[in-house]
Structure formats: structure tokens, C-alpha cells
């Protein structure tokens, strides 16, 4: 018998396996056995290429909550005043960090189909000054299709 998921079959599947990982602390990549926010953060860095000093500059609530499986913004050339659209933005350290390169007079946003993400964001980043640049529209990934 063919067994297919449907889009919708699919979506929500994906949508358990994140749920599940953000409420566990497992990456969505791999399972998480890391414990202390030094072990992320040399996760992050040493297996993830992000570079230890725009992680200083991060909440560590963020950095935390990171569940990335690489670093998108190592090679992007984002510049001061573009618009950059996360897809897939989870707990928003990629968000972060390219609102620290676009600048006051660019826009960053975050888009993620799960709602136990967003609301991970959303906690992990509580500096009104990020959320300027930094928008999440709820259920926008969705919307995509």
C-alpha cells in the first residue's frame, strides 16, 4: 500500500517534531545532550561556525534557545539597510544577528511554522530594541504556500 503524507500530514508532523524539540531541548538536528550554556555556545561555534564574539553580543536566553544546524549569515554579504527574511528563524539568534548588520535602517524578519517556537523567541528576546528591526508575523509560514 502507498503510504504518502499529505502537505497538511507533513506540516503538522514537522510541526510535532519541533514542538517536541523546543519543549525537550533537543536540536532539530540531533539530539541535545548539552547542559550548560558554555557547552552551547562551543556547540554553536565550533560545530555550527558561528564566531564567539557576535554570540557575546547576544541575550544568552537566545543563544540558549538556539537549535540552528549551521550558521546562514557566515557567507550572506548581508549590508546596513536590507530587508533579510528568515525562514525557518526558530529561537531568532540568525534574526539577531542580522539586525545587528542591516542596521537601524533595515528590517529583519523571522518567520516559523511552529508556535511553540515563535513563543520561544519571543521570550528569549525581550529587548525592544531588536524587536524594531526584528518582526515575527504569526503563522506566516503558512501563508508562504
Same mark, same amino acid.
Given at each position: %500500500?502507498?503510504?504518502?503524507?499529505?502537505? $497538511?500530514? %507533513?506540516?503538522?508532523?514537522? *510541526?510535532?517534531?519541533?514542538? *517536541?524539540?523546543?519543549?525537550?531541548?533537543?536540536?532539530?538536528?540531533?539530539p541535545?545532550?548539552?547542559?550548560?550554556?558554555?557547552q552551547k555556545?562551543?556547540?554553536?561555534t565550533?560545530? #555550527?561556525?558561528?564566531?564567539?564574539?557576535d554570540?557575546?553580543?547576544?541575550?544568552e536566553?537566545? @543563544?540558549a534557545?538556539?537549535?540552528?544546524?549551521?550558521?546562514?549569515?557566515?557567507?550572506?554579504?548581508?549590508?546596513?539597510? *536590507?530587508?533579510?527574511?528568515?525562514?525557518?528563524?526558530?529561537?531568532? $539568534?540568525?534574526?539577531?544577528?542580522?539586525?545587528?548588520?542591516v542596521?537601524?535602517?533595515?528590517c529583519?524578519?523571522? #518567520?516559523? %511554522?511552529?508556535?511553540?517556537m #515563535?513563543?520561544?523567541? @519571543?521570550?528569549? $528576546?525581550?529587548?525592544?530594541?531588536?524587536?524594531?528591526?526584528?518582526?515575527?508575523?504569526?503563522?506566516?509560514? *503558512?501563508? #508562504?504556500?
Amino acid at each position: %500500500m502507498d503510504r504518502q503524507l499529505t502537505n $497538511i500530514q %507533513m506540516k503538522e508532523a514537522v *510541526q510535532r517534531g519541533y514542538t *517536541q524539540a523546543v519543549q525537550g531541548g533537543a536540536s532539530c538536528c540531533a539530539p541535545s545532550t548539552l547542559v550548560t550554556l558554555e557547552q552551547k555556545k562551543a556547540k554553536l561555534t565550533h560545530v #555550527l561556525g558561528y564566531a564567539a564574539e557576535d554570540l557575546e553580543k547576544l541575550p544568552e536566553a537566545a @543563544v540558549a534557545s538556539a537549535f540552528g544546524c549551521g550558521n546562514p549569515l557566515a557567507f550572506s554579504g548581508v549590508q546596513p539597510g *536590507q530587508v533579510v527574511l528568515d525562514i525557518g528563524s526558530g529561537a531568532g $539568534i540568525d534574526c539577531l544577528l542580522a539586525a545587528q548588520k542591516v542596521g537601524p535602517t533595515g528590517c529583519v524578519i523571522g #518567520l516559523d %511554522m511552529t508556535p511553540a517556537m #515563535l513563543a520561544r523567541a @519571543v521570550r528569549a $528576546i525581550p529587548r525592544p530594541d531588536c524587536w524594531q528591526r526584528v518582526e515575527r508575523p504569526p503563522d506566516s509560514v *503558512q501563508a #508562504l504556500n
